[in-house]
């Protein structure tokens, strides 16, 4: 069992001592992080009214956070007191759920900790998030279909690429696309089919019963046939077929 030496707690009762005088010190400096003035002190006026909310939203922003950090500061020195007690008492350096001896190195590092590195509440990153959360997960991409193959409809990144085609902040140089040179080409996939999902849709068209086959030599059309996909051309391309 790792006991403590006489040295090894004089130097960390230093440690914590200094340490709660400089919180004490920080605390009573600063008036508390300011949370004690009301907030038509901060904010220079008679009433916490402004005519201009966005103003009197910046104040509350800053009390928010002041009254945080406060809060912050003055559980850390309540930590400090504590283990300045447990050093009175002789249980300092036992951890409070096993019983056994914190390591000096750590408790060098955390002085005012009461355990030990395996029982550490909450030693993993929290998973626990808003119930609200559940309806936005996942975040920025939770109507893309793109990666269920048998999902075609319009989904929500369908909806920014619309967006997008109007215009952004950024340049061709910053596109993810190397080949991009213009800026009619800078929104996600500006190559990607619109308003159909195979090519041959964009270009073959019947009359309204279905019958009477056309062909329609769009973009898509010429580069089917150059890719050699499908059957032969559907009708004679006078374009082609000119002697």
Known sequence: MNVLTNEQRAALTELLEQERDSLERRIRQN????SADPLSATTGELSSYDNHPADLGSEVFERG????????????????MDALERMKEGTYGKCAICGTAIPYE???????????????????ISQRRPAE????????GRTSMDELTEETEFDGEDAWQIVE???????????EDAEVHDYNSMYVEADENEGFVEPYESFVATDLYGQH?????????????????GDPLLEPDPYRDVD
């Open 31 to 34: 008036d508390h992080f300011g």
């Open 65 to 80: 956070k002041d009254i945080a950090l406060n809060e912050h500061e003055e559980h850390h020195l309540s930590e400090v």
């Open 106 to 124: 750590r408790l060098q590092a955390v002085p005012d900790t009461e355990y030990c590195f395996e029982h550490v509440p909450d030693r993993e």
């Open 133 to 140: 959360e559940k309806l936005l997960e996942p975040p920025f």
């Open 165 to 175: 085609s109007w215009g952004n902040s950024d340049s061709p140089a910053m596109a």
């Open 213 to 229: 086959v056309t062909v329609v030599r769009n973009r898509q059309y010429r580069e089917y046939m150059e890719h050699n996909e």
